[in-house]
């Protein structure tokens, strides 16, 4: 399966705890963007990547959210100290260097904190 | 402004009736308007686009009509099936930023 990549599929997490959260892009793309679905709303963008390289995170609440895309492996998206609030589907889009405005999704991580 | 804004919320059509859902942007600058399908549990994909010198594009039962000067948008489902009934999302992009701008979507029914 050539698609985007994201595990885990579901995550439970209590408050406090933190969450990591796993995007493989299609083969051949370089960028990387997360975006998070809160029920009942649209997708929030909330950063775009490049390899080692944040491109733009104004998305991204000031704290406790983090995401890197290191040279090898995955892309990460990282909550610390998760709280409610933070229970959504986020996903993980790819697209490639010469971007059309096509994004390539994956089926989202479903992340509930207790 | 970067917001995309979409309406109905939410739509309920017969079988073989037409869908439409509108979109309205504000920054000129956005150069492709996708349209993206999301079935429950499952993440957005690319329905169809159009860019901002066609008027209209028409795939199969699906046509997305563009009005530039009003900065308006809309995807139309002709023949409306059960199998579509999902959520969908109209966006913005800014090809060269590599920005996309989502609405807030639109749960559609369709009934049998």
């Known amino acids: 399966n050539a698609g985007v990549m994201q595990n885990p599929r579901h995550l439970v997490r209590r408050r406090g705890q933190e969450a990591r959260l796993r995007c493989s892009p299609m083969k051949g793309h370089s960028h990387v963007y997360w975006y998070r679905q809160l029920p009942e709303e649209g997708l929030k963008f909330m950063v775009y990547l490049q390899k080692e390289n944040i491109i733009d995170e104004s998305g991204m609440p000031k704290e406790r959210f983090s995401a890197e895309f290191p040279k090898e492996g995955p892309s990460i998206l990282r909550i610390q100290q998760v709280v409610r609030g933070d229970s959504a589907a986020y996903f993980c889009a790819s697209s490639p260097t010469g971007f059309t405005g096509e994004l390539f999704f994956g089926e989202g991580s479903r992340l509930t904190v207790l | 402004q970067q917001q995309v804004k979409q309406s109905p919320q939410s739509l309920i059509v017969q079988k073989g009736g037409i869908s439409i859902i509108n979109c309205a942007y504000e920054?000129?600058?956005?150069?492709?308007f996708p349209w993206y399908q999301q079935f429950p549990g499952k993440g957005p994909a690319l329905l169809i686009a159009?860019?901002?010198?066609?008027s209209e594009k028409k795939e199969g039962r699906f046509t997305i009509s563009f009005n530039k000067s009003a900065k308006q948008f809309s995807l139309h489902i002709m023949d409306s099936q059960p199998g579509d009934s999902a959520t969908y999302f109209c966006?913005?992009?800014?090809?060269?930023?590599?920005?996309?701008?989502f609405g807030a979507g639109t749960r559609l029914f369709v009934k049998a």
């Open positions: 159009i860019r901002p010198d066609v």
């Open positions: 966006a913005a992009s800014l090809t060269g930023g590599f920005k996309t701008i």
């Open positions: 920054n000129t600058a956005f150069d492709y």
